[in-house]
């Protein structure tokens, strides 16, 4: 490929990055999401925020998304939290595109796209992406 197709590929595949990411935001504008663990996360983070007191949400507990998620919830309550969980999600394609773009195994790079594409509409994924669970922030991280 020369420089321009190139060019031109990587400007594609920032859009398609930049729509999954209103795709994951109309999602997020319906709730916190659907697992019984997103509200023990939204606990465990506003509880050490607001009352200095941690009681992780699971055995094993996620502090940092836990943290995250329970400030912007907070702040925005799940329009906000969903909100970066679809930031991450659209972020997390975008650096994986930039993992595979370098990636000698792949040879035809416009296999990339397709790769990047089903993964963004894999219905767990979707739901990952526009929920506030500690999932997406685990890709992304």
């Known amino acids: 490929m020369t420089a321009d197709k190139i060019k031109k590929f990587e400007l594609r595949i920032e859009n398609i990055c ?10 997020g504008i319906f709730g916190f999401g659907n697992d019984v663990d997103t509200y023990l996360m939204l606990r465990a983070g506003q509880d050490l925020i607001l009352n200095f007191e ?8 996620a502090l940092i998304p836990e943290i995250i998620i329970g ?3 907070i ?10 969980s679809a930031l991450l999600g659209s972020l997390t394609l975008y650096y994986f595109y930039k993992i595979l773009k370098n990636n000698d195994y ?21 739901i990952a992406s526009s929920s506030s669970h500690d999932y997406i922030y685990s890709l992304f991280l």
Do not use: E, T
């Open 18 to 27: 930049f729509s999954f990411f209103f795709i994951y935001c109309f999602f």
């Open 54 to 61: 941690y009681y992780p949400s699971r055995f094993q507990g």
């Open 71 to 73: 400030a912007l919830s």
């Open 75 to 84: 702040i925005g309550n799940y329009y906000l939290s969903n909100f970066f």
């Open 106 to 126: 792949i040879k035809n790079k416009k296999d990339i796209f397709f790769i990047i594409f089903f993964i963004g509409f894999n219905p767990h994924y979707i």
